[in-house]
């Protein structure tokens, strides 16, 4: 379970404003501990991180929290099944493939995929990443718990029905950028909603994003930006790509996405950026 504290971290969204939203718009209804302090769940957390975005977005509160309510993390009652927030931890610090296996088989099991990124693969990533930063993991156990997230996120990509026709869409990271996992959850979402998907994985260089769009024709690419030093050879692959013929969308997501120039921003909840790609494509509009 998360505290306030922790909750806003994750999501971006101030103490106070959490508050406001759980009062005023009744998006999660978070447990209380014995003194009074507030204890959010994983799906809870992922229903507020769709509701942030979607605020960035430009959407009122008001008409985001009535979208919010009907997601799973909204309201009191945690997904059925669904590992809380330290049993993968746990997991992780087993090093025991089995109890690995077995935290992810029940987290994926306990709803769509687009339901599973958002309120639990997101915010694992955020939990293994605090919890390396924070020694509480070493490396060698947060790079187990990964390799085994990476694996099941994989399968589920595999288990998409591939596609031959329709737009191409790139979907990959910069040069020196290895931080795949979300972006790779997306690229899932993306494929379970019939887009032809190629998926480039990590570290690649400019001149590869060329030569794939050449190759491809694809109309679409989006390039992962996790982190500052990802900013400059993200920013070069946009601008490489600009040149392409016939011309292509180029789309950014991740943290550090703002600080990247010529492109269409997604939000951080992976379904819904999937979703707007997808419209966007069905709708000619890219």
């Given at each position: 379970m998360y505290t306030v504290k922790q909750v806003a971290?994750?999501?971006?969204?101030?103490e106070a404003t959490l508050r406001v939203w759980e009062r005023r718009y009744d998006v999660v209804r978070p447990s209380r501990t014995p003194g009074g302090y507030r204890l959010y769940d994983d799906s809870q957390v992922g229903a507020l991180r769709e509701m942030a975005s979607l605020v960035e977005a430009g959407v009122p509160a008001s008409r985001a929290a009535e979208a919010v309510r009907g997601l799973p993390g909204a309201g009191d009652s945690p997904v059925s099944g669904r590992p809380g927030p330290e049993a993968f931890v746990a997991a992780?610090?087993?090093?025991?493939?089995?109890?690995?296996d077995d935290v992810l088989r029940r987290a994926f099991a306990s709803g769509p995929f687009e339901e599973v990124a958002d309120g639990w693969i997101l915010p694992q990533l955020a939990r293994i990443g605090d919890a390396w930063e924070s020694g509480e993991l070493s490396v060698a156990?947060?790079?187990?718990?990964?390799?085994?997230?990476m694996r099941a996120i994989s399968a589920e990509f595999d288990a998409a029905p591939a596609v031959t026709g329709g737009p191409t869409v790139l979907v990959g990271l910069p040069a020196g950028d290895r931080h795949q996992l979300a972006l790779l959850t997306?690229?899932?979402c993306l494929r379970r909603r019939g887009v032809?998907?190629?998926?480039?994985?990590?570290?690649?260089?400019?001149?590869e994003w060329v030569r794939?769009?050449?190759g491809r024709r694809a109309r679409a690419a989006v390039i992962g930006v996790t982190s500052e030093r990802s900013v400059e050879p993200a920013q070069a692959v946009v601008n490489q790509l600009?040149?392409?013929?016939?011309?292509l969308s180029v789309w950014v997501g991740g943290s550090h996405r703002a600080s990247v120039s010529g492109v269409?921003?997604?939000?951080?909840?992976v379904a819904e950026a999937a979703s707007i790609l997808h419209i966007s494509l069905a709708a000619g509009r890219i």
């Open positions: 971290a994750l999501t971006g969204v101030a992780a610090a087993s090093l025991e493939p089995a109890q690995l156990q947060e790079h187990f718990a990964s390799a085994g997230l997306f690229a899932t032809n998907v190629v998926y480039l994985g990590s570290d690649i260089p400019v001149e794939a769009a050449d600009a040149a392409v013929s016939p011309p269409h921003q997604l939000p951080d909840a």
